[in-house]
DNA sequence: ATGTAATAGTTGTTTTTGTAACTAACAAGC
DNA sequence: GCTTGTTAGTTACAAAAACAACTATTACAT
């Protein structure tokens, strides 16, 4: 039985999800980072925006768990930059839906190839099996309330 | 044949980790947050510490993948609140060895036992075969240059 | 020995984040 | 209709992180 007086903090989960998070983003952020002046919250609103279309702030702060203020942000920067445009809901005044500009949709499509190979970079070596309880562990614990 | 034209953004590695991360840091933050006042990298350079004992900054660079202004600062927040001390070496007066106090045994004790109650609920579901596999490929993928 | 580079660690400045308080619009109960 | 509460989103301020420049000391080559 292993208790807690041999556990090894090395293998603490969320340490090595921190430190694994931490290595796997550096490469592809400079990505968005330098060609295109993003940072890693405009990328996720961004990607959201283009997985689902028009949607509202609240929506995507529901989807990728992202508090408002930095979902806030993140659409102002992007909106200066022309990748999306703001439109107020005739129905419900306080809500603005989103949605990417055609220039938006291009780095879109241009981020999402690099990360499919980025990502096919990452799993190279693994099993097909490994990679896939990797990914499904990964959705759960992110999930986790 | 999966090529990136088909690629699902929500299963890119860089985003699960982050998610799975911030999720799972977030509970246990509290704890060396609340209780003892600390930041993740203090969290850090105290557990390294505890780990090996005596070790330099620049080790603890090494092992943790820390910049070395991170652990300037946290060594500088620990040394104030006596969790541990700085001794120079006398053969090369640029490094300095650090150590654990006793307080500051004691609080990675606690720190410790903590860690591991909370990884157990974290692997809570998990059969132990995934979650080995989960922690190997983290490591692999938190090395990678 | 002496100028050049490398290493250990710190400090200063700028960006980003986190937290809380705020405005505006809507909803519901009485 | 008017108070009370809720939701959408923004803004202000404080905390933390990133990045670059710095000091001090040692190593190394000529």
Redesign the interface.
Known sequence: MT??AD???????????????????LE?QKVYKDKYGML?NEW?VL?HL??YGQMTASDIGTRA?MHKTKISRAVQRLAERRYLTRTRAEDDRRVEYLALTAMGQKVYQDL??T?????AA??DG?SEK?AA???S???R????P
């Open positions: 208790g807690p556990f090894d903090v090395r293998q603490f989960l969320p340490y090595l999800l921190n430190q694994a998070a931490e290595a796997s983003s592809f890693r996720r990607f283009g997985i768990q999402k190839k990360a499919a190979d980025y990502d990452l799993v693994m490994d309880t990797l990914r562990l990964l959705e614990l992110a999930l986790r």
